[in-house]
């Protein structure tokens, strides 16, 4: 499985979209990485019809997905890991809305991540048994956007997003040596290229001559 660590540098500052799935509502959530800390893309809701089968919302729920992801172009989606379900009925669903989910992310080419809700609260809130409010009241926090006002579902599919962005200090080979390693701590978390791609991206330089592009 790849994650953000290993993402090329380039002109273009990664991004990190994280996905909550569903068959009726999916939540979408994508920020930005940069050396002050992710910034926040977009956010928002995928509706279907309630009424409607369950192949007529997946197909919708494909089509908005797949042109969400055309058009923002993430290096990396993070995906809801399955969790336990009330009833082998709601088992179902969520297995049904998790594939359509992994099958979009895998089709746009980003790398793909399966991560826990437990996991991503435990990394964004300190608790993997928070509230979905106190998952969002830490995402505007994290964001330093105290003025967004997104459906629980947004938030959580953010969490997955800073979540990944959040994780632990990254291991990479120290400069000049083989055998040795060197823990980099930058914002988030990230290893050094993936800061320096950012930075001059937001800054408005140039990429370094030899340094690979992200995506054309």
Not at 148 to 161: E, I, K, S, W
């Amino acid at each position: 499985m790849a994650n953000a660590t290993t993402h090329a540098p380039g002109a273009q500052p990664l991004i990190v979209l994280g996905i909550d799935p569903g068959t009726r509502i999916v939540g979408y959530g994508a920020v930005v990485v940069h050396p002050s800390g992710p910034k926040l893309l977009t956010a928002g809701v995928i509706r279907v019809g309630a009424k409607d089968g369950v192949p007529e919302r997946l197909a919708a729920i494909h089509g908005r997905l797949t042109t969400l992801m055309a058009e923002m172009r993430p290096q990396v989606v993070v995906v809801e890991r399955a969790f336990a379900a009330k009833n082998i009925q709601s088992a179902l669903r969520i297995g049904e809305g998790r594939g359509l989910a992994l099958a979009c992310a895998a089709a746009c080419g980003a790398a793909v991540v399966e991560m826990a809700p437990r996991a991503a609260k435990k990394r964004v809130v300190g608790s993997g048994s928070a509230e979905k409010e106190q998952v969002a009241h830490m995402v505007r926090r994290t964001l330093g956007r105290e003025d967004l006002d997104l459906p629980l579902d947004a938030t959580d599919a953010l969490a997955l997003a800073l979540a990944h962005v959040l994780r632990p200090t990254v291991i990479v080979p120290a400069s000049g040596t083989k055998s040795r390693s060197a823990k980099v701590r930058g914002s988030a978390g990230l290893p050094a290229h993936v800061l320096d791609s950012a930075r001059r991206f937001w800054d408005g330089r140039k990429p370094r001559k030899g340094d690979a592009h992200g995506r054309s």
